[in-house]
């Protein structure tokens, strides 16, 4: 049977290469991958040869070394295996390790019985790092800006150690501005940093520096500012946060700790802390919050789906800004505001781009539905039979609105676990010489799941 060797070439400095590795490459018809890649393993393959383009012979020894191609997308690797049916013994080349944010896996997926997959781990740049820190990895966060997007600074609020993997000088400056951001908005305390560059090459570079409250430390990391924004180095960035053990696990903004604007609602800590309880987010949750007004459930939900996303709904312009003010207050990145009336603006065909791009929710929460509630439930539940729905109501003709609606729905086995709590809270506020009790207004919580 043919074979495709997947190798992990470790950091890119030749002597960190496994023999294993090596010999596979020796052996090997034809190599793919990244041109950077090609070269890296040129070099490790040979002290006095470099592997390229097409098939070389060495002075030394009289051996041929493999061909190579620049390709490294498995469908485009396995189509040109097609085409050319000759080679039998195939690598494909990756930096660091296969199994550390690697493509190797699109070739998991794309493999036929055709080929036999012998994949050969390489050192990661993450255990690399950590022995040069002498620190251990295994309680890590493990994330990566490479070609993607990441919740940065919640990650570092509720892991005590994050490593990223980074783009360029670019990533490097734009993750620094955003954490001296968090400290300053009291989102994040004093926060340590490593920054390694091109670890393992002759021009490795650590630095070390902390931010804190009033302190500009991003300039600490003296490369990434000026010019050397352009450097096209290969980036890693540990960072610890010593306060992430305190976290709690469970929601903890006060009423206060949100920007408010007059006659704009907001959800009030008691109603809101219970109704996300009722809809039981996950790290990986995708939520619509419909008619955010202030954005505390936006920005509270935000905070537990750490991996997911929030899309926040409003109709009125100034609610809107207002709920971008507090996303963009609490330093978070996996928010997409949205101007627009729902369902309509999160349709498809909506008239926002965005909508063209908005997958379907794990969860709904209706803060308000101005007259849209069974359009909205409809809708949420066609997007995703099994989504979790949980709505607000203070007046008696919504929530009998929604009574009606959930009878409709049980009916025709379409929703289940439904659950309806009315909340009453008070707040005791000094007169005088007395604290008096305070009511705010009963919220009706009404919480089901799709079947």
């Known amino acids: 049977m043919k074979t495709l060797n997947l190798i992990g070439l470790g950091t890119g400095n030749e002597n960190f290469l496994t023999k294993e590795a090596e010999s596979i490459l020796k052996n090997a018809e034809i190599i793919f991958g990244a041109k950077r890649i090609l070269e890296i393993a040129g070099n490790s393959l040979s002290q006095s040869q470099s592997v390229g383009r097409q098939a070389e012979t060495s002075e030394n020894s009289g051996e041929t070394l493999p061909k190579t191609e620049p390709l490294y997308r498995a469908e485009e690797i396995f189509s040109y295996l097609k085409e050319n049916?000759?080679?039998q013994n195939v690598a494909?080349?990756?930096?660091?390790?296969?199994?550390?944010f690697s493509g190797a896996s699109a070739f998991y997926e794309e493999q036929t019985g055709e080929w036999k997959i012998s994949v050969i781990p390489g050192i990661s740049s993450a255990v690399y790092f950590a022995a040069k820190l002498q620190k251990s990895w295994q309680n890590w966060k493990f994330l990566s800006l490479h070609?993607?997007?990441?919740?940065?600074?919640?990650q570092i609020r509720k892991n005590p150690a994050c490593f990223f993997i980074l783009s360029g000088a670019e990533d490097v400056k734009s993750l620094a501005e955003k954490i001296q951001k968090a400290v300053k908005n009291k989102i994040l305390s004093e926060i340590k940093c490593w920054?390694?560059?091109?670890?393992?090459y002759n021009d490795e570079k650590i630095t070390c520096c902390k931010f804190s409250k009033g302190e500009e430390s991003a300039r600490q990391f003296d490369f990434s500012q000026g010019k050397a924004q352009n450097d096209k180095g290969l980036f890693v960035l540990l960072v610890e946060n010593e306060c992430a053990k305190y976290q709690p696990v469970t929601?903890?903004?006060?009423?206060?700790?949100?920007?408010?604007?007059?006659?704009i609602p907001m959800t009030k800590k008691e109603v809101r802390r219970l109704s996300l309880a009722t809809l039981g987010l996950s790290e990986s949750s995708?939520?619509?919050?419909?008619g955010s007004g202030t954005g505390s459930v936006t920005v509270e939900a935000a905070r537990i789906a750490t991996e997911g996303h929030v899309f926040a709904v409003e109709c009125k312009k100034e609610a809107f800004e207002l709920t971008k003010k507090n996303v963009e207050k609490f330093c978070l990145e996996n928010v997409t505001p949205i101007l627009g009336n729902a369902p309509e603006c999160l349709k498809a065909d909506g008239n926002s781009e965005v909508s063209k791009e908005i997958p379907a929710p794990t969860h709904v929460f209706i803060g308000g539905s101005k007259g849209n509630l069974s359009e909205i439930v409809n809708f949420s539940l066609q997007k995703n039979p099994r989504?979790?729905?949980?709505a607000n109501f203070v007046s008696l003709e919504n929530l009998c609105e929604m009574q009606s609606l959930l009878k409709n729905l049980e009916s025709e086995n379409k929703i289940k676990d439904v659950e309806i709590i009315q909340v009453a809270v008070s707040?005791?506020?000094?007169?005088?010489?007395?604290?008096?009790m305070k009511a705010q207004n009963p919220v009706y919580i009404v919480g089901f799941s799709g079947s």
């Open 387 to 390: 989504a979790r729905i949980v």
């Open 147 to 154: 070609g993607s997007k990441c919740n940065t600074i919640e």
């Open 251 to 263: 929601q903890s903004l006060n009423d206060e700790d949100f920007i408010r604007a007059e006659k």
């Open 286 to 290: 995708v939520l619509y919050d419909i």
């Open 427 to 436: 707040h005791a506020e000094k007169t005088g010489g007395f604290h008096l």
């Open 195 to 200: 920054l390694g560059k091109n670890l393992s």
């Open 85 to 87: 049916p000759q080679y």
């Open 92 to 100: 494909v080349v990756f930096s660091g390790d296969v199994g550390f």
